[in-house]
């Protein structure tokens, strides 16, 4: 959820709407989780630049993001890797 909040941040109110699809998920788990998980993403700049450049050629365009699960003491109990896939309608 964390990737695609940003995704979709990124592609409210568009002109030409942009459409994103996921197409690829990767996971790696490195503890139990035992509490609350808190997922973060930083690949905000990523998805402007790809959102522009798919309105701007026409051409679809991917990013890779990584979506991070900590817990309330910022420990890491969790990445994953979810591909998005943004492309212009119309």
Known sequence: MSTGVL?????DGRHPKVSMLVIGLQGQYFKKATERIYFTCE?????????DKAIATGEG??????????????????????????????
């Open 61 to 90: 365009q991917t990013v890779a993001m990584k979506s991070i699960g900590r817990t309330k003491a910022g420990e890491v109990v969790s990445e994953f890797v979810i591909t998005w896939s943004f492309k212009a309608r119309g």
């Open 43 to 51: 690949e905000g700049m990523a998805v402007a630049a790809a959102i």
């Open 7 to 11: 995704g979709l941040g990124h592609t």
